[in-house]
């Protein structure tokens, strides 16, 4: 148990992004707010991204490095899928006056 | 009602999905030897066997010559060997040893990286707890909080925390951006939709019943003991290579006929190496995100754009009354 504890391993990384990305999914589940969703992909995706460079690292071969790459990408995706899933956001905010996706369940206003 | 039915199938999912995991995780052999390509560089046979004979599962041999000279009538000498060095992983830690001249026996032994991912003992392992904690306490606070900018702000926590975690996977370049993007950009974006929005949440979690959140919890806590127990086993395919792989390190960059030609100095996520892999096979895709960048600002701004005659109007209905 104590080697548990001092002595960090891949398997604790992954612990850790697989706890996150539970997180986000009861957020994502759990959740009504709109905006609070998608914090919670936002974290989905970072967990993602916590996974993929442990794996990197724990093969630590050179070619290994495309999971640099590949987190960058989902970093730049995320970015973009923030901004527009605000504009939405706020687009809907305008014609309905609040954002709880229960109550958004006609498509137009 | 429905909602608490929807959680508790996705969650019976994912648990009966892990429940047929392990068996799998299984096969891996975990008897701790592990066999390792030796790569040997200058080292003949006998000081190979010799140093296998002292250090089982010794690799990374490298034997250090004196300088070769050439004498007068063209004969070279090559060097006697003077130090002979090697890696062993040993108990999961990666020890650079020195050996005598012949290999056959250890002088010093040099403890480099205490542990696989390199980091450096009890300190180490606190820091990673710390950072581990804050990310996984911002993201409670994401999904708990009822004040939004309480729920940025625990957003931002926990993505500085990973930034951190980046930083011990050796991801450096990786954790700047981190920071800069999710901690600057995103979070600047959110707040600005939160204080646009400006308007308090009524209801922030589903109302599910005590039986419900009961049974939902117990089946999460079931599926998180679940996850650590499978992966706190994950060991790397080959500890020796992945020990290794921080060091700074020879990089083939240039080939002809399969062999090297030129090797260049890497270090592993530092800003070269990503930009090299980054600008190499990755190019595609880094140029097919540009787009969907600029696709994504060009979207927003359309989606966000009030809509003319619903806010126009009744603007020009008020100059107009107005005297």
Known sequence: ?109 | MTRTLILLTAVLGLVAALGSAPAAAQDAPDDGTQVVPVAASGCTAEIIGNVQQALPGAFHLSCQKSRASTDAAGRVHTGSVDAVRADAVVNGKLISYELTADGKRVIASIDDHSDLIGSSGKGMALLFWAFAAASIAGALFVVTRKNLIAAVMGMVGSFLGIAAIYMMLYAQFLAVVQMLVYAGAIMVLFVFVVMILNRPEDEPVAPSGRAGQVLGGLAILYLIGRLVMILVQVQPPDPAIAAAAPRGDEQCVAWKESKCVRTEHYEWGSITAVGTDLFGPGLFPFEAISILLLLAVVGAVAVARPLREENDAPAKVRTEGAP
């Open chain 1, 1 to 109: 148990m104590t080697s548990l504890v001092w002595n960090i391993g891949y398997g604790h990384f992954l612990v850790l992004a697989a706890v996150l990305f539970l997180i986000g999914v009861a957020g994502v589940l759990v959740r009504r707010n709109a905006l609070i969703i998608l914090m919670s992909v936002e974290l989905m995706l970072n967990a993602a991204n916590v996974t993929l460079i442990a794996f990197s690292r724990m093969w630590g071969d050179k070619a290994a490095l495309s999971a640099h790459t590949f987190a960058l990408i989902v970093i730049a995706v995320a970015a973009a899928e923030a901004a527009v899933g605000l504009a939405i956001v706020v687009a809907v905010f305008r014609g309905r006056h609040n954002v709880e996706v229960d109550r958004l369940n006609t498509l137009r206003h």
